[in-house]
């Protein structure tokens, strides 16, 4: 079943901070999120394990609350090049299935 | 030097044709994917191989057919296209099947059926 990301759609001027919502109705035992540009492919930012394991890019930071079956992902001192879609993704039966994405946009 | 490479980049084709878009990846990885992403952007798994192994079949048309001849390539045939093939098909790779691993992605095929 497909994770729930919120907001949809955030605009921010550079140098606000942001925050992703991730959430499924099934036990999570792992989140990704990645980042996609307009016309690009998705890029990996992070993954997050059940019992707090985490591997990622440096800049980036993330939550995972196991009981909530919630994941978080947190912008900060945003840069135009921030700017693109976010999409959460739950492991399941060893695909991944990915949220409908939250479009991000950082203005100067 | 790309690690992830697909052809064609772009696909125009007319409702009923049969077209293929081929995917290699140079980075000795093990597991590879191939993701419809539809005009909602919603990214959806289509297929996964495992060293030439089917190992993910999604509710896919069996117009689709995938194929892979060794563990760096993976190619996707589509018969009879229609119009609601229109897409951007991305292809996938990860060291291999476990949860731990990253995936990367290749460039995407913007497919146009008309």
């Known amino acids: 079943q497909q994770p729930v990301q919120s907001p949809q759609a955030v605009i921010l001027r550079e140098g606000e901070d942001a925050v992703i919502n991730c959430s499924s109705s099934?036990?999570?035992?792992?989140v990704h999120w990645y980042r996609q540009k307009h016309g690009e492919a998705p890029v990996f930012l992070m993954i997050l394990l059940k019992g707090g394991e985490q591997k990622g890019h440096e800049k980036i930071s993330a939550s995972f609350n196991e009981k909530k079956q919630q994941s978080s992902l947190y912008l900060t001192a945003s840069q135009l090049s921030y700017s693109g879609t976010y999409f959460c993704g739950t492991r399941t039966t060893g695909k991944l299935i990915f949220g409908q994405g939250t479009t991000l946009q950082v203005k100067p | 030097d790309t690690a992830v490479s697909q052809t064609p980049k772009y696909l125009v084709t007319q409702m009923g044709n049969d077209k293929s878009i081929k995917c290699e990846q140079n980075l000795g990885h093990d597991t590879m994917y191939w993701y419809k992403q539809d005009s909602k952007k919603f990214l959806k798994i289509m297929f996964s191989y495992n060293n030439k192994e089917l190992i993910i079949n999604e509710t896919v048309p069996n117009r689709f057919s995938p194929k892979s001849p060794d563990k760096a390539h993976l190619n996707l045939h589509i018969n009879s296209l229609e119009l609601g093939d229109s897409a951007v098909y991305f292809c996938a790779s990860s060291p291999d099947r476990g949860t731990y691993n990253e995936q990367f992605f290749g460039p995407g095929t913007r497919l146009t059926v008309l």
């Open positions: 099934k036990a999570l035992y792992s």
